[in-house]
């Protein structure tokens, strides 16, 4: 049982709890539930009902066990963590040697994941956890050519901006991408070169592979 708190609970609160009883085992039926959360049997069946028709829970007979839609959540949060672990010391790395602002994205289907962005010129698509279509960025196109076998870096050059972009894989069969910008007439000359050797830096931590020289 749950000692009760002055505070009312939130829905997400009462949802968060009975998703944390199934620490206590898979499959469990709608009684043990009930028991674990401290919620009225009435309460935990509408709620299991409605986490039921959203994939995060799956009914079998009398018993509840945890949905697919959870579990996959759960792989991508692991990978992406993995990813973003591996990366950030990476990225901020070029962030102080070269001045420029660099971003970490992963290929999510036909869209980009934002995973993380050091630098200040960014725009709201480029927070992590923001999605963007991939075709419409130089770490997007990277990151399609490299799923699709093609060369994988890819240079963007505006009026003001020049990005630079190198895709690689990150281990799961995930494709992933960092790309670093900077103003056209401050941007490195060896720019491309360092985007391209730090991709493979962080290849190699996420596959084992040897990186190639800086």
Do not use: K, N, W
């Amino acid at each position: 049982m749950v000692c009760p708190t002055d505070a009312p609970e939130t829905v997400l609160g009462r949802v968060t709890r009975l998703l944390d009883a199934f620490r206590h085992g898979d499959g469990l039926t709608l009684s043990q539930l009930a028991r674990h959360t401290g919620f009225p049997p009435s309460s935990t069946h509408r709620m299991l009902g409605q986490l039921v028709d959203a994939g995060l829970v799956r009914r079998s007979e009398t018993r509840y066990h945890l949905g697919t839609a959870l579990i996959e959540l759960g792989g991508l949060a692991v990978a992406y963590d993995r990813i973003h672990r591996a990366a950030l010391p990476v990225l901020f790395g070029l962030r102080r040697e070269l001045g420029v602002d660099v971003r970490l994205t992963v290929l999510d289907g036909d869209s980009l994941l934002c995973l993380a962005a050091v630098g200040r010129s960014f725009d709201a698509a480029s927070r992590a956890g923001e999605r963007r279509p991939a075709c419409g960025s130089a770490d997007g196109v990277a990151a399609l050519a490299h799923r699709a076998g093609e060369p994988r870096e890819f240079v963007a050059t505006g009026e003001r901006i020049r990005c630079v972009a190198a895709a690689f894989p990150a281990g799961d069969g995930e494709t992933a991408a960092l790309s670093a910008s900077a103003p056209r007439e401050r941007a490195p000359r060896e720019l491309g070169r360092r985007v391209r050797s730090a991709a493979d830096t962080i290849a190699a931590q996420l596959t084992g592979a040897a990186a190639g020289p800086p």
